[in-house]
């Protein structure tokens, strides 16, 4: 029989309410930041880019996921003439960006 995370989780999450361990917290009643760089990552992933990030190192993958979204936001605000000078960018930022998930993803396999 498996240990089930989710539960646990909601548990201890329920005892430190209950004890005011989650009262008080920095950001308390305001909502979740958005981070476009992490939308479309795996939770864990997610936690792993967010504590390196808080330790001072930011990821390449990340730094290039956001560059990614910006100049798609770019491409969809643009006319015609500006799109077709952001179309290599966004093809140039996409094969970096897989190239850094890809080795990240070939690291975490042998390691």
């Excluded at 008080?24 to 795996?42: A, F, I, N, S, V």
């Excluded at 504590?51 to 990340?62: C, D, F, H, T």
């Excluded at 996409?94 to 850094?100: G, V």
């Amino acid at each position: 029989m498996g240990v089930d995370f989710s539960r646990m989780a909601e548990r201890k999450m329920l005892a430190a309410l209950a004890e005011g361990k989650l009262s008080h917290l920095p950001g308390e009643g305001k909502p979740l930041p958005t981070r476009l760089d992490l939308l479309y990552l795996d939770p864990i992933e997610a936690l792993g880019f967010r504590l390196m990030r808080e330790a001072g190192m930011i990821p390449k993958e990340l730094e290039l996921n956001k560059q990614r979204h910006a100049a798609r936001e770019a491409w969809q605000a643009a006319s015609d003439e500006e799109r077709d000078r952001l179309m290599p960018l966004i093809a140039d930022l996409d094969m970096r960006y897989n190239i850094a998930h890809e080795a990240r993803l070939h690291l975490m396999k042998h390691h």
